[in-house]
């Protein structure tokens, strides 16, 4: 019954991937480029927000990126909840089943905030300094100038949110120093540039592409 369970979540998590690729596709054909990956503080709309949020109209989510909208209009912060009640709004297409912690929001370890998470970042290139990814800070990719061709290029990838809840939000988040990478675009091989501090669980330095050893995993959140 288990081995059921699982391949019944792994089959659901890839069909998940599968739509929100499309909703991305589908949001490119609209606007003749890709979202940005994350929009930094400087931008003029939407900050701290990404790809996520802009995919919500196509994965049938149009009152959520209403809601997203309005909540802007009156905070431009993405923090405060409310009025950015999708702060905590769980998205199930963004979520793969596997993860039993992200069913539900959740209340994070460190800022206490209580969020709503993806299962899936989109890929920002080797590392987040490089930007040279199908989704990178403030990136508006043509699909027509990805130079290997879109059929050879990783757009998503799965990494579950970090073991502490503080990275992987999908409505809006800040990254590793204000890079967006670790919430919603992370490198295929990525850097931990974290501030070193004592007793820190994970090196400093660049991760191979490959899995966690657990949802528990400290580390993880550096990878795919």
């Known amino acids: 019954m288990q081995k059921v369970r699982a391949a019944a979540s792994k089959t659901a998590c890839q069909n998940n991937l599968k739509q929100v690729a499309l909703g991305l596709h589908g949001y490119a054909s609209i606007h003749q480029a890709l979202p940005p990956g994350h929009r930094s503080l400087n931008s003029k709309r939407l900050r701290l927000s990404g790809w996520p949020l802009s995919v919500l109209p196509h994965i049938e989510q149009e009152a959520l990126h209403a809601?997203?909208?309005?909540?802007?209009?009156?905070?431009?912060?993405?923090?405060?909840d409310p009025p950015h009640t999708g702060l905590h709004t769980v998205v199930k297409t963004l979520a793969c089943p596997a993860d039993p912690r992200i069913a539900a929001s959740q209340r994070t370890l460190v800022t206490r905030n209580t969020v709503a998470f993806t299962s899936y970042l989109g890929v920002s290139g080797r590392d987040c300094?490089?930007?040279?990814?199908?989704?990178?800070?403030?990136?508006?990719?043509?699909?027509?100038?990805?130079a290997d061709g879109t059929?050879?290029?990783?757009?998503?990838?799965?990494?579950?949110?970090?073991?502490?809840?503080?990275?992987?939000?999908?409505?809006?988040?800040?990254g590793q120093l204000l890079t967006g990478s670790g919430d919603m675009i992370l490198g295929a091989r990525e850097a931990n540039?974290?501030?070193?501090?004592?007793?820190?669980?994970?090196?400093?330095g660049?991760?191979?592409?490959?899995?966690?050893?657990?949802?528990?995993?400290?580390?993880?959140?550096?990878?795919?």
Not at 67 to 80: H, N
Not at 166 to 172: F, L, T
Not at 193 to 204: D, K, M, N, T, V
Not at 206 to 224: I, K, L, T
């Open 129 to 146: 300094a490089a930007a040279d990814g199908a989704l990178y800070q403030d990136s508006q990719v043509r699909l027509a100038s990805v």
């Open 193 to 204: 540039i974290l501030p070193a501090r004592p007793g820190a669980p994970c090196r400093s």
């Open 67 to 80: 809601q997203a909208e309005r909540a802007y209009q009156a905070s431009p912060l993405p923090f405060f």
């Open 206 to 224: 660049v991760y191979a592409f490959q899995p966690a050893s657990s949802f528990d995993d400290p580390c993880g959140m550096f990878h795919y």
């Open 151 to 174: 059929s050879n290029t990783l757009l998503l990838g799965e990494r579950p949110p970090a073991a502490d809840l503080q990275y992987g939000w999908w409505y809006a988040g800040t």
